[in-house]
Nanobody, 122 residues
């Protein structure tokens, strides 16, 4: 089964930047679409972004559009989420997930990482 591991979270001041990484193991990233999700305390999980395995097309939630950028490095088997102009409301646990081999971003995300905490505060 595919395994995902997030890293790069931390504490950052409003207006700052962080880059999250999602490393996929045991299988080649080439065949997998990867999504980033977040969940803040007391709130529902929100899909933040996704990058397709078929044509590298990307999706962003309106709340992060223009501030976050998703990218993939197939040679490193890693997907990145560059987060700029961070706001306190971006505070959440961030997860990466995949709907499985050859499944696009519209699929059911069944494999998840353990999450990484992002806190935006002064």
């Amino acid at each position: 089964q595919v395994q995902l591991a997030e890293s790069g979270g931390g504490l950052v001041q409003p207006g700052g930047s962080l880059r999250l990484s999602c490393a996929l193991s045991r299988f080649s990233l080439v065949y997998y679409s990867i999504g980033w999700f977040r969940q803040a305390p007391g709130k529902e999980r929100e899909r933040v972004s996704c990058i397709s395995s078929t044509d590298d097309s990307t999706y962003y939630a309106d709340s992060v559009k223009g501030r976050f950028t998703i990218s993939r490095d197939n040679a490193k088997n890693t997907v990145y989420l560059q987060m700029n102009s961070l706001k306190p409301e971006d505070t959440a646990v961030y997860y990466c997930a995949t709907p499985g081999e050859y499944v696009d971003c519209g699929g059911d995300f069944g494999s998840w990482g353990q999450g990484t905490q992002v806190t935006v505060s002064s």
